[in-house]
T-cell receptor
Framework: ETGVTQSPTHLIKTRGQQVTLRCSSQ?????VSWYQQALGQGPQFIFQ???????GRGNFPPRFSGLQFPNYSSELNVNALELDDSALYLCASSLPLSRANTQYFGPGTRLTVL | DAKTTQPPSMDCAEGRAANLPCNHSTISGNEYVYWYRQIHSQGPQYIIH???NNETNEMASLIITEDRKSSTLILPHATLRDTAVYYCIVRITGNQFYFGTGTSLTVIP
């Protein structure tokens, strides 16, 4: 157990809809990163939040957006869902970025877009 | 951009040492190498990380070559529960970590 929780566990949406995924970070961690993992692939970095500000972004379109709250929990929002957005969405929390920045992952949210 | 290359799959007999290689020839001099594993699409589990010295913890050992272009994760006595996908990870830029597709390790009874 890493202390990182995510909700919901599973979610089914239809194309064009919007979705919000949630993440609670490990106690004491103020940095949250989000990853998308398609079936059979490794996780791909979406973005990171530190002190409520976006602090780095991967190669994802603007319809992927996020928030971080004062308690360091975080949301991932995806608008105009596409079939290819079906994936496991992972969040990871960590201490502020340093040379050795170990991230601890939650169990993930499985999103299916029909 | 620093990236990693791993064999797609490996087998290991139960009770034997599992040696998982990783190539990271473009890693920057001050960047760490991290290893995680993922079982049945659960969240990745942290195993170990290192910079240039060999590291050991209760789960595994990490051997990094002197030129830092490659490393090997060693599970000293593999069990069936070690069957998983193992990722060797380096930081690309800033906060972005590159996972690659990992090595699927199967421990055989």
């Amino acid at each position: 157990e890493t202390g990182v929780t995510q909700s919901p566990t599973h979610l089914i949406k239809t194309r064009g809809q919007q979705v919000t995924l949630r993440c609670s970070s490990q106690s004491g961690h103020n940095t949250v990163s989000w990853y998308q993992q398609a079936l059979g692939q490794g996780p791909q970095f979406i973005f990171q939040y530190y002190r409520e500000e976006e602090n780095g972004r991967g190669n994802f379109p603007p319809r992927f957006s996020g928030l971080q709250f004062p308690n360091y929990s975080s949301e991932l929002n995806v608008n105009a869902l596409e079939l290819d957005d079906s994936a496991l969405y992972l969040c990871a929390s960590s201490l502020p970025l340093s040379r050795a920045n170990t991230q601890y992952f939650g169990p993930g949210t499985r999103l299916t877009v029909l | 951009d620093a990236k990693t290359t791993q064999p797609p799959s490996m087998d290991c007999a139960e009770g034997r040492a599992a040696n998982l290689p990783c190539n990271h020839s473009t890693i920057s001099g001050n960047e760490y190498v991290y290893w995680y594993r993922q079982i049945h699409s659960q969240g990745p589990q942290y195993i170990i990380h290192g910079l240039k010295n060999n590291e050991t913890n209760e789960m595994a050992s990490l051997i990094i070559t002197e030129d830092r272009k490659s490393s090997t994760l060693i599970l000293p006595h593999a069990t069936l529960r070690d069957t998983a996908v193992y990722y060797c990870i380096v930081r690309i830029t800033g906060n972005q970590f590159y996972f690659g597709t990992g090595t699927s390790l199967t421990v055989i009874p």
